[in-house]
C-alpha cells in the first residue's frame, strides 16, 4: 500500500502541476500583456477564460498537502521545517493571486485596476516558482542534512523554478490558443500561437540547463532520469513539447492540448519516478517514511471517494466551461478581445 499511496501522492502533485499550471500560465501571460490595444484585449480573454473554473485546481494542492502530512509525516516534519521560506512565498503567492484576481473585478479606477492586474501576474509567476523551487531542493539532497538556507537556496531550487515558470507558460499559451478559438477571437488566436512557439523553445532551453545543473548537483538523480525508470517520462516531454509547438504553429488544432497536459505532466513524472524509492535522496525512502497501515488505509477509502465523487464532478465542470454553458451572454465583453 506504501508504493501505492506513493503514486496517488505524485499523481495528485502532477495534476496541479498541469490543471494549476493552466491558471498559473495564463497569469504570466496576462503580466507581459502590456497595456497595448492587443495586451488589452488578450488580458480580457484570460480573464473571461479562468474565471469559471481557476480555483477549483487548488483542490489538488489541498491534497497533495493532506496525503503528505498524513501519510508520510515524517516527510512532511522535515520538509516544511527546512523550506519553510520557499512555502511561505508561494502560499503568500497563491493568496494575493486569488484576492487580486477578485479585486480586479470591482476596480473603480484605471490605476487600481492596474495594480491589481501586476499583483496578479507577479503573483503568477512566483507560486508556481516557489512550489517547483520545493522539490528542486527535495531533488538536491539537502533537505535535513544542512541549514535553511542551504536547503531553500541553491542552484537545483532555481533550476526547478524556472523550468516550472517555462512550463506554466507553455500550458497557458496552448489553453488560451483554445479559449481564442472557441470565443472565435482569430486575432488572438494567432497572438497565443507566437506565445506557445516562445514559451515552448524556452521550456526546452531551461529543462536542457535544468539537466546540467542536476548533473553537477545530482547525478545520480541525472542517471535515473536518463537510464532509468524517469527515463520514458523524460523522453515523452523531449518530443512531445516540440509537436504541439510544430502543430499549433501550423494551425492543426487536434491533440495539442492533452499533448501539452503529457509533456509537463511527464516532467514531474520523470522527477518523481527518478527518485523512487526515495522520498529523500539518499535518506529517507517511502517505506521509511509510510505511517501506519491503518492510517494507509482510511486515506486508500478518503482518496477512492474523491475519485468516485470529486472527479466526475470536475469532469462537468471542465466539460460545461469548455462549451461555454456557464456563462451568461456578453456581447460587448467579447468585444474587447475580438479587437
Do not use: K
Not at 473554473?53 to 498524513?70: A, F, I, K, R
Amino acid at each position: 500500500m506504501a508504493d501505492l499511496i506513493a503514486l496517488v501522492l505524485l499523481l495528485a502533485i502532477t495534476a496541479y502541476s498541469t490543471a494549476g499550471g493552466v491558471d498559473f500560465g495564463a497569469g504570466i501571460w496576462d503580466l507581459l500583456a502590456g497595456t497595448s490595444s492587443r495586451g488589452r484585449q488578450a488580458r480580457a480573454l484570460i480573464d473571461h477564460a479562468m474565471a469559471p473554473v481557476w480555483e477549483v485546481n487548488n483542490v489538488w494542492l489541498v491534497l497533495s498537502v493532506v496525503l503528505c502530512w498524513t501519510a508520510f509525516p515524517a516527510l512532511f516534519q522535515v520538509t516544511f521545517s527546512s523550506l519553510y521560506p520557499l512555502f511561505t512565498v508561494a502560499l503568500l503567492g497563491l493568496i494575493l493571486r486569488g484576492a487580486f484576481f477578485a479585486f480586479r473585478h470591482v476596480a473603480d479606477d484605471p490605476r487600481s485596476h492596474r495594480i491589481a492586474d501586476v499583483v496578479f501576474g507577479v503573483s503568477s509567476l512566483l507560486t508556481p516558482f516557489f512550489f517547483a523551487a520545493s522539490l528542486g531542493a527535495i531533488a538536491s539532497g539537502r533537505v535535513g542534512s544542512g541549514s535553511v538556507p542551504e536547503a531553500s537556496f541553491n542552484p537545483m531550487t532555481v533550476a526547478f523554478g524556472v523550468v516550472s515558470v517555462a512550463a506554466t507558460a507553455f500550458s497557458g499559451a496552448s489553453f488560451l490558443v483554445g479559449d481564442a478559438r472557441r470565443y472565435e477571437a482569430p486575432e488572438m488566436v494567432a497572438y497565443f500561437q507566437r506565445r506557445v512557439v516562445a514559451a515552448g523553445a524556452a521550456l526546452i532551453a531551461t529543462g536542457t540547463a535544468a539537466l546540467i545543473v542536476i548533473a553537477s548537483e545530482a547525478p545520480s538523480l541525472l542517471r535515473s532520469m536518463l537510464t532509468g525508470p524517469g527515463l520514458p517520462f523524460a523522453l515523452l516531454t523531449m518530443v512531445l513539447t516540440p509537436v504541439v509547438m510544430a502543430l499549433v504553429w501550423r494551425g492543426v488544432f487536434r491533440w495539442y492540448r492533452i499533448s501539452t497536459v503529457a509533456a509537463v505532466g511527464s516532467l514531474v513524472f520523470a522527477w518523481g519516478f527518478a527518485q523512487a524509492p526515495y522520498l529523500l535522496p539518499g535518506r529517507l525512502t517511502i517505506a521509511q517514511a509510510i505511517a501506519p497501515p491503518a492510517t494507509q488505509l482510511v486515506l486508500l477509502l478518503v482518496v477512492a471517494g474523491l475519485v468516485i465523487l470529486g472527479v466526475p464532478a470536475m469532469g462537468v465542470l471542465y466539460y460545461l466551461d469548455q462549451r461555454s454553458t456557464l456563462e451568461s451572454p456578453e456581447p460587448d465583453r467579447r468585444r474587447d478581445y475580438r479587437g
